[in-house]
């Protein structure tokens, strides 16, 4: 039983471990289910639901027989959710951080107008920024917003805090989305903010997010390190006898992944 307020047992179990796998390298040996159990008073249960947490997170690997592993932490998440990257390296057992580029109203472009479904040159928030996981460069990061997040997200201090935490404290309730997700190369100024050099390959992915009601709320592109990130694909294969085509790189939620040219 946990009082208001707190977290489960096996939740307060798991941030610890996060923690400490921070500072493990790969491949070093995390306690058995019975030794946390002693170690934080808990039932081998509770020890037990917390480690596979970690295990579903890929942040370790269970040896029946030989024992629990650290692996190297990735980054990189499941194409059918969406995570803040906040939540998403906090989740790898990494520090996010963030450079703020640009925060600005501005017209919206006729691509813009069209991806929020709002009249083209009406005001729309632009956010840019460099997001960073124990201070390296993960993803150059620009989200256009409808001009009604301005009062929300201009005053924001998001080098810190999380977008979609701030939409969702003004009421902007984030729902659902789509994307498209493709190959591309980095161009100079790529290079220089993710520190990698001109023409490395990016992962590039462009989504539009709406609320509860409908709304097209926001639309953004995400540059990824390709060496730095990665998605988890899940599917399904079909027979041959299958009707239809089966769209190269879809995935079982519909989103698209574009391969690069073979």
């Known amino acids: 039983m946990t009082h208001a307020g707190q977290q489960p047992q096996h939740r307060q179990i798991e941030q610890a471990l996060r923690a400490r796998i921070a500072s493990l390298a790969p491949g070093e040996r995390m306690p058995s289910d019975s030794e946390l159990s002693a170690e934080f008073g808990v039932s081998r249960m509770t020890a037990r639901h917390a480690m596979q947490r970690l295990a579903d997170d890929g942040l370790i690997r269970r040896e029946p027989g030989r024992g629990t592993f650290v692996l190297r932490r990735p980054a990189h998440r499941r194409t059918n959710r969406l ?72 005053p924001a201090d998001l080098s810190n805090a999380s977008l979609h935490e701030t939409l969702g404290q003004a009421d902007f309730v984030l729902r659902h989305g789509t994307g498209t997700i493709s190959a591309a190369a980095a161009t100079a100024e790529d290079a220089r903010l993710l520190g990698i050099r001109p023409g490395d390959p990016l992962l590039v992915e462009r989504r539009v997010i709406v609320d509860a009601h409908g709304r097209r709320i926001e639309a953004t592109e995400s540059r990824y390190a390709a060496g730095r990130y990665g998605l988890e694909v899940q599917f399904d294969v079909e027979g041959p006898d299958a009707e239809g085509t089966t769209v190269e790189g879809a995935d079982t939620q519909g989103r698209v992944v574009e391969a690069p040219n073979r």
Do not use: H
Request: net charge neutral; glycine share 4%.
């Open 83 to 154: 995570m803040t990257f906040t939540q998403e390296m906090t989740r790898a057992g990494r520090v996010p951080s963030s450079r703020v580029l640009t925060q600005v109203v501005r017209p919206s472009s006729a691509e813009e107008a069209a991806a929020l479904e709002i009249p083209v040159r009406q005001p729309v928030v632009e956010l840019r920024r460099l997001r960073l996981a124990d201070g390296e460069p993960i993803v150059l990061e620009t989200a256009v917003l409808i001009g009604a997040t301005a009062p929300a997200v201009l």
